[in-house]
């Protein structure tokens, strides 16, 4: 063992078996460098050589979080490698001449990355016998230490020294308490009674953890689920932190599939055969078990090795449904069909018919249909197991660290019971969805991750709202915000039940994201119970405001766009349901120019401010301005190029859009019935003066299109939130009104720019007029 007598502490890891150099990378406050940590086995070398060796890592360390103009006076007063820095604490930083802020955070976390490396270090150590290694240890022993100068932890300290455990605070999140241990039976539901439940699923650690020694961090017992999660305090010392849980159910680690199935599939099944429509979602980390909770496993899978062949969700659900009809005398007649797709970064592909593209449409009385959709019927568990595997070849997947065969999208399977003449008579869907760890991980170096990441957290954190405000039957759902949950709004609404089931892993390397698993899970049911309250602060109801109300009047009844008129029922109903709520006669303004200043003032005033006594509709506000602000440019457009009228197709951004730009490019003539059709005014300019006059539009285009980016951008930002570790609701409700007050801003700044182009378009309306 060597002892530096300048230095304060003496470190062997002479006997330590670790790589010669180790990668890792260090994170904070502005700081994300590689660092090449080089931890020397110094009998093996000459000590001048490692003397220097040392130096040299402890000056690439520094270098990599930008401290190494620190690195001479360090050395001056003995840090002369990367093992002194482990042991430096924070009341050693001054002494260091590290005092600002910036610095101390940069060495802090240096400091701490470290500690990290040698925690690894030692558990090598302890695998080998002889193994003799100073652990890095709390503040007060090290500064005795460094009184005496002498090493001080051998072997036998190391484990007798037992890391201090600490519960979390629940004041500063709220838990939950424990609900009701049954999931709610279906024939004896009553109205108001807990539409979801939401359980909880560990799975082993498998076989590659093992290997790796990854210690098991969850236990589960009953209703409660506890997690230790390893924690350095800001002194450097490291402590326990138990987060305790409780949910409908939790599931340890030697549950059967089928035993899942009885307490959560099966009374939705129950419920399907009734008639109804249910949801059960497996949601986790990738590599959690949602695949095999659902899907299950072959004796040939993945979990060979142990020996299990398991039936999942699917097949049980089904088994379960044929036994049922063929019992039931009053249920022979109903047949069992069933869909397979996939939502990938928000697009819908049919895993049953070769990946078709999908789009789910809105007909007039709001029921979502998707177009296109292969249903298939099955008679056996086995033709649904032929069915399914065939349609698994087809989703996307990928491979992540933890799962080589990590799936990217959301899977949904959708389980119809059909009558006579076809009629839908009961529907379930078990929806696999796509890793959230995915979701939070913004350090993806790669776009396409990162944009698969922004779609999946988005489409969460709406499934999550729309889960609550089923629950608290609400009356306002936001399942517009994704397309998974525009694609489930049936679940969402009537008399459906979900059931949401969290997997999680048991490993220590995945504590943070089990974490997020288990605070995401316990949100979904936060506000169980509690109908019609929030906690946090409430915000005014947009269907409040009497300008809205007229505005939406204005715009169903046609005369907010003099000039067309949006004919389709199907459009009124979803103006009205989502955003607007009983416009009265006598608010309606024909005209346009009161339209502008109505969404003018509106922006002005403080929609945004919070208010007692209303829902959270407060967030479809930036959408219900800028679709109220395209079809005013698509007006502007049409009357530029002298047009009269425009479809109700036209006026959806995305085809005005699509339409402007293919037509920018086209340079034939303009056909001789152009005027006369309102699609072809948009796509058919009656001149080519036209467009090169148009210069206004462009910039209204610019407007739109900068409007609608802003519309994503807010709302990704929005669901990164949701994944943000010790964020509490209130904290998470405010930073959401920030990013709100922002986005009206934005939507201002967007109306001063067009008013003046908009001004003229009226007064030339009203002049032809
Ligand atoms: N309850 C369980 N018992 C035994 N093995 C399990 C269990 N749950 C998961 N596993 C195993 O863990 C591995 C990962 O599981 P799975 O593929 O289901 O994860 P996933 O959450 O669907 O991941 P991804 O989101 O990446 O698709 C598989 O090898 C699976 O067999």
Redesign the pocket.
Known sequence: MKCDTDAKVCLDLSLVEKPLQTVCTLTGPGVRFPLRAQHCREEQRPIDNTTEDMSQCLYESLRAVGLQHHYNRLSSVGVRSVAHLTVLTLDDFPLLGIKSMEDRTRLFHLVRELRTLDAETLLQAEIQEDACYVLPSPSNSAQKRRKTNKPTVDKENVQKQKTPVYQANLSEYSYGLPQASAPPSPSKRRPGEPRIWVCV?K??L?SAEERRKETDVVTSAGQSCVLQESRAAVDLTHYKLQHRFFFDHVFG?A?SNEEVYLRTAQPLVQHMLQGGSATCF?Y??????????MLG?SPV???QS?G?GELGLYSLAVKDLFSHLSSSPALTRLTVFVSFFEIYCGQLYDLLDHRNRLFAREDGCGNVHIAGLCHKRVESVDSLLQVISRGTEHRS?GS?G??P???RSHALLQIQLRGAGQSVHGRMWFV?L??SERASDSGDPDRRSRLEGAEINQSLLALKECIRSLDQEQGHTPFRQSKLTQVLKDSFVGDSMTCMIA?ISPGHSSTEHTLNTLRYADRVKELKGQKGQRKGRRVKNISESPKLRTLSQNRSSGTFRSGFRDSSPSKRAKTSSTVLTDPSPEEQEPSSVSNLNIIQEYVEESVWEPEEGADDSYLDVPQAISSSMIPWAIQFHSQRLGGTTATEQSVSPENALILHKSHKKSTAPPPAQAESSSTDVLKTPSSSEAWTSGAHWHIVQAHMETLQQMQRLSHSEGTLLVQQPDMGFDEYVQQLEQIMRRKALCVRSLISHLQPYLKTTLQHSADRL
Request: glycine share 14%; net charge positive.
């Open positions: 699923r799975r082993p498998t680690e549950c497996a986790g980390q990738t590599g959690a078990g949602k695949t095999h909770t496993c899978g993945p979990s142990r299990r997947q992540s933890v799962n065969v990590s799936s696999d796509a890793g997997n």
